[in-house]
């Protein structure tokens, strides 16, 4: 099971950071990829991490302004978001593929991200 | 990157009806295919992977299918419980991504 942290509202040009506990497990097994939706909009992937070894992969939209970290010990997951603009508002999920391909079987409850002035 | 076309973008349905959604892959994607359903406030649910594989629990009035770079989901039997925006997304490239979604609706 994901647990996301709470609802965050942020300022233009700030930043933010989510995180996603496996709770019941343990982190370092699985991928954990980060999905966001903006209010009455589709799915956007953003990308993921692998807690074992810290490697990443973004997409190339948030290339540059995202990063994705991880405490194992804590078996948590972090994405952080820099440089916030109004329309980076939007619901945050982290989620686990299949152990068999890039499809997603787990997501977290999701954390909405409003940015505003 | 690799675009995923859905259409309609959304439907007009009655209980019961046969529904089918397209996705199109802008280059060839193989059978790295995969369906979401998801409705509102809530995480997307995984229906269909590898095109046409049947996620465990999900009822088989759910089908997909690929004719090279079109995908289709089709719902035998629309049940009240499946109004509800439909998501495609490949997984052929690093770079994963999404359908714009179909929203299927009450007629």
């Known amino acids: 099971q994901l647990v996301q942290s709470g609802p965050e509202v942020k300022k233009p040009g700030a930043s933010v950071r989510v995180s996603c506990t496996a709770s019941?497990?343990?982190?370092?097994?699985?991928?954990i990829h980060w999905v966001r939706q903006a209010p009455g909009q589709g799915l956007e992937w953003m990308g993921w991490i692998y807690p074992d070894s810290g490697g990443t992969n973004y997409a190339q939209n948030f290339q540059g302004r995202v990063s994705m970290t991880r405490d194992t010990s804590i078996s948590t997951a972090f994405m952080e978001l820099r440089r916030l603009k109004s329309d980076d508002t939007a619901v945050y999920y982290c989620a686990t593929p299949s152990p068999y391909g890039d499809y997603f079987e787990y997501w977290g409850q999701g954390t909405l991200v409003t940015v505003s002035s | 990157d690799i675009q995923m076309t859905q259409s309609p973008s959304s439907l007009s349905a009655s209980v019961g009806d046969r529904v089918t959604i397209s996705c199109r892959a802008s280059?060839?994607?193989?059978?790295?295919l995969n369906w979401y359903q998801q409705k509102p406030g809530k995480a997307p649910k995984l229906l269909i992977y590898s095109a046409s594989s049947l996620q465990n629990g999900v009822p088989s009035r759910f089908s997909g299918s690929a004719s090279g770079t079109d995908f289709t989901l089709t719902i035998s039997s629309l049940q009240p419980e499946d109004f509800a925006t439909y998501y495609c997304?490949?997984?052929?490239?690093?770079?994963?991504?999404f359908g714009g979604g179909t929203k299927v609706e009450v007629k």
């Open positions: 019941g497990s343990t982190l370092s097994t699985y991928y």
């Open positions: 280059e060839r994607i193989s059978k790295y």
């Open positions: 997304q490949q997984n052929f490239s690093p770079q994963l991504s």
